[in-house]
Every structure is written in C-alpha cells, then in structure tokens.
C-alpha cells in the first residue's frame, strides 16, 4: 500500500458535521460527519444509493442540506452571501460521473469557458491556457480541437479533468472518474490523480466503487453505510473494520485481488 500523503494533525480543509440530507420521506444522511484534509487523497466508497454523490454535491453547494455544517476552507458553507460562496465553489474542481461536456464545443472551448466566465480571460488566453491544462490531464496536443463525440471514454474523462483543473484549484471533487474505463485506462487514470495530487498539492474527494483506486491512489477511505460514515481511516483499518458491507467488499474476491495487485510480494 502506498504511503499516506497526508497529515490528519492538520487542520481539515472540509469538515463535516451533523449532516442530513432528505429527499421527501427518504433520509439518504443522518448525522453524517466527515473531514478532508489538505493534500490527501480520501476515497469515499459505500454500496449504491449510499448517498455518495448526493455528499459530493452538498460539499461543493450544489445541493443545500436539510440540517448540519459544512466548513469549508474553514468557512461555514450556509452562512456565506452568495457572492462569497461562489468565490469559494472556485477554489474546488469538480469531475462529474459523466464527464459533462458541452457536445457543442471543443475540447479547449469546453476548458477555455471557466476562465472566460470566472476568471474574466480573453478568449485567446483562454484557450492557450485550455490547451496547457489539457496537456497537464495527459491529453495530446491535437485533441484540444476534437470534439466530445470523437473521443474514446478515457479521453473524455481527461478533457473532465482538465475542465476541473482550469481555475487552480485547491481541492478537486472526482465522482467515480474511473468507471467505464478498461483496466489499463483506469490505471493510468489514477496514477494521473496521484502525480497532480504531488505536482499542484491538491486535496483530492474521490468517489469510486473501483478496489484498484483504493488501493493505489488513496491516504484514506471513507466507508458510507446506514445514512453515516461508518469508518474514515487507513485502508488497512478500514478493511479489518466489523461489518458485513466492508467484509464482502474488501475480502471479497475482486477485494482479494486488488490487495493482490497491489502488494504482490505481501501475499503467501
Ligand atoms: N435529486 C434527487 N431527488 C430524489 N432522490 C435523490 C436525488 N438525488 C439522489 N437521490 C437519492 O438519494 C440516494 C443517494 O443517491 P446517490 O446518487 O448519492 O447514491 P450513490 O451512493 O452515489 O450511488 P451510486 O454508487 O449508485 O452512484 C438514492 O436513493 C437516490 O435515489
């Protein structure tokens, strides 16, 4: 396993506490609480419908809780002026699970938008600076002309990344950045989080159901089970955690073989 990045005796740069979220009758969070720290790489993982996304989207404000505090950046989500919010919303990246690009535009126009809308960037500049970011997410220079619909999974992926990169962000918000990509692609995947995780000093939500990122990508992982988080540690103390969820995803067959995978000489 890799080594942990991060120091859990800093100060968090996300803290959550007392979260609920509602939709009609259905509680999906109850008394959730979950810290970020700076430059770590927190896998959040838990079975689906577990609420994994609708905390994403809390965090980054674009779904507004029903009751608790979000701190982000050491400031109180919900009693930020709106101006104020969308100052701070600017400082995270965020990669949508479908990538979210306008089908309309290019590559570098769909990068070059952010820059224009919040960063006030002629176009030109933009674009210029569109392409360096698309270089950053390991995209080729030709691809900053191509369009969405001309790209393979793992390319639009990247282009995602590259669009949630364009502001320089301080922490970046990933919702299952690897699914639908084949193995190899989702390996280069994660090793790019990890070398821009070092390069830029990000802060890195990563939310994914693949063992393969758990493994080699993240300082810690967050388990979503019954409305809360049920352990936020080292995957070694994650993995021995009791409970039923947490024996059949990491002993599990797919769960074997990824710990396999990533400690090869560990295993008999
Ligand atoms: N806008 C919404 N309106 C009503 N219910 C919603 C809404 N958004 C999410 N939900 C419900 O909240 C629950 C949690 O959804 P969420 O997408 O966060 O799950 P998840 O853990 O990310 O799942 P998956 O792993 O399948 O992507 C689900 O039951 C979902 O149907």
Same mark, same amino acid.
């Given at each position: 396993m890799r080594a942990a990045q991060? !120091? =859990? !005796?800093?100060? +968090?740069?996300i803290r959550v506490r007392g979260l609920e979220n509602r939709f009609g009758q259905h509680?999906? #969070?109850?008394d959730l609480e979950l810290d970020l720290y700076p430059g770590e790489i927190l896998g959040v993982v838990g079975g689906s419908g577990t609420g994994k996304s609708v905390l994403l989207r809390s965090i980054v404000g674009l779904l507004r809780p029903r009751a608790g505090r979000i701190e982000v950046f050491g400031e109180d989500l919900q009693s930020l002026s709106a101006d104020a919010r969308s100052r701070l919303e600017r400082r995270f990246g965020v990669l949508f699970q479908r990538g979210a690009?306008? =089908? &309309?535009?290019s590559l570098q126009e769909n990068v070059a938008l952010p820059l224009i809308? #919040? %960063?006030?960037?002629?176009r030109a500049d933009a674009e210029a600076l569109a392409r360096v970011k698309l270089a950053l997410a390991?995209? +080729?220079?030709?691809? %900053?002309?191509?369009? +969405?619909?001309?790209? &393979?999974g793992g390319m639009i992926k990247r282009a995602a990344l590259a669009r949630a990169l364009a502001l320089d962000p301080e922490a970046l918000f990933l919702d299952e950045p690897t699914a639908g990509l084949d193995p190899i692609g989702a390996a280069a995947f994660d090793r790019l989080i990890l070398t821009l995780r070092d390069a830029l000093g990000l802060s890195v939500f990563l939310v994914t159901h693949d063992l393969d990122t758990l493994y080699t990508a993240c300082d810690r992982v967050a388990v979503l089970s019954r409305k809360r988080v049920l352990v936020a540690d080292r995957l070694d103390v994650v993995a021995a955690t009791d409970d039923d969820w947490i024996h059949d995803y990491f002993h599990g067959p797919r769960g074997r073989a990824a710990q396999r995978a990533a400690n090869p000489v560990e295993d008999p």
């Open positions: 991060a !120091s =859990t !005796s800093e100060a +968090p740069l509680v999906v #969070h109850e690009l306008f =089908t &309309s535009l809308e #919040h %960063a006030g960037l002629a390991g995209l +080729p220079g030709e691809a %900053a002309i191509k369009y +969405p619909a001309e790209l &393979s």
